[in-house]
């Protein structure tokens, strides 16, 4: 495996001719405006295998298009959010401090978006699981797109919620949301109409306490589901 170290790396575009299978590992670096993008004619995903990040900084661009594979996050710090958007999630670990990260499934005015999406569910057909969370500690996640079921969850602060428990019940409109992004997680799964969203508690600072009594107090009414989508080895 190649290391890199320290590194700050500005600007940096990857298209489908650009990435190898070669294992890098990237330590205490700096991106800034980097992606990964797929061209607008593709109906495919650009593969991406065997990328580290540790405890690296994250400024702007992102990840578009993109088919995940054997790749692993520990520790990130983002300054602004990159764009993760219309990518392919397959044995790829997200663990401790990532203080946000938005995964969205859509590609919104791309106009190969429904090619994407049709691969994407294709792909998830015959992955045996797709992202493991299990160990991330991150105060603000949005999480779309990839099956529960192919989702590692911490049992204990993470929990899968569906579209349909929303309609179910109104009993979760009457939970207390202070001091937590959940009841934004929540509208835009009943806006947007996608059929789960993943919520997970940090597991460190201050909103720790508030995080567990919402995901308690959803759980106790049906809605939050603590094992739903987890495997277990």
Same mark, same amino acid.
């Given at each position: 495996?190649?290391?890199?170290?320290?590194?700050?790396?500005?600007?940096?575009?990857?298209?489908?001719?650009?990435?190898?299978?070669?294992?890098?590992?990237?330590?205490?670096?700096?991106?800034?405006?980097?992606?990964?993008?797929?061209?607008?004619?593709?109906?495919?995903?650009?593969?991406?295998? =065997?990328?580290?990040?540790?405890?690296?900084?994250?400024?702007?661009?992102?990840?578009?298009?993109?088919h995940l594979i054997d790749c692993s996050v520990?520790?990130?710090q983002v300054s602004s959010a990159p764009s993760?958007?219309?990518?392919?999630?397959?044995?790829?670990?997200?663990?401790?401090?990532? =203080?946000?990260?938005?995964?969205?499934?859509?590609?919104?005015?791309?106009? =190969?978006?429904?090619?994407?999406?049709?691969?994407?569910?294709?792909?998830?057909?015959?992955?045996?699981?797709?992202?493991?969370?299990?160990?991330?500690?991150?105060?603000?996640?949005?999480?779309?797109?990839?099956?529960?079921?192919?989702?590692?969850?911490?049992?204990?602060?993470?929990?899968?919620?569906?579209?349909?428990?929303?309609?179910?019940?109104?009993?979760?409109?009457?939970?207390?949301?202070?001091?937590?992004?959940?009841?934004?997680?929540?509208?835009?799964?009943?806006?947007?109409?996608?059929?789960?969203?993943?919520?997970?508690?940090?597991?460190?600072?201050?909103?720790?306490?508030?995080?567990?009594?919402?995901?308690?107090?959803?759980?106790?009414?049906?809605?939050?589901?603590?094992?739903?989508?987890?495997?277990?080895?």
């Amino acid at each position: 495996m190649r290391t890199i170290t320290g590194e700050t790396i500005f600007n940096a575009r990857l298209n489908r001719g650009d990435p190898s299978d070669e294992a890098i590992e990237f330590k205490n670096c700096w991106f800034q405006a980097c992606g990964v993008d797929v061209d607008a004619a593709d109906h495919a995903h650009v593969r991406v295998s =065997n990328v580290h990040l540790r405890s690296c900084r994250v400024s702007g661009g992102g990840l578009r298009g993109v088919h995940l594979i054997d790749c692993s996050v520990r520790g990130l710090q983002v300054s602004s959010a990159p764009s993760i958007i219309g990518c392919v999630l397959e044995h790829v670990t997200l663990a401790g401090k990532i =203080n946000k990260l938005i995964v969205r499934p859509e590609m919104r005015g791309w106009d =190969n978006e429904a090619a994407l999406l049709a691969a994407a569910a294709e792909a998830y057909q015959r992955i045996d699981w797709a992202l493991d969370i299990s160990e991330l500690d991150c105060p603000d996640l949005s999480l779309k797109g990839v099956p529960p079921h192919l989702l590692r969850l911490d049992p204990a602060t993470q929990s899968v919620i569906s579209r349909e428990d929303l309609e179910r019940t109104q009993a979760w409109r009457e939970v207390d949301y202070t001091g937590t992004h959940i009841e934004f997680s929540i509208g835009r799964i009943v806006r947007e109409g996608w059929p789960t969203v993943v919520l997970a508690a940090p597991r460190t600072g201050p909103k720790v306490e508030a995080y567990m009594r919402v995901l308690g107090e959803l759980r106790s009414i049906g809605v939050a589901h603590r094992a739903h989508g987890r495997i277990d080895d």
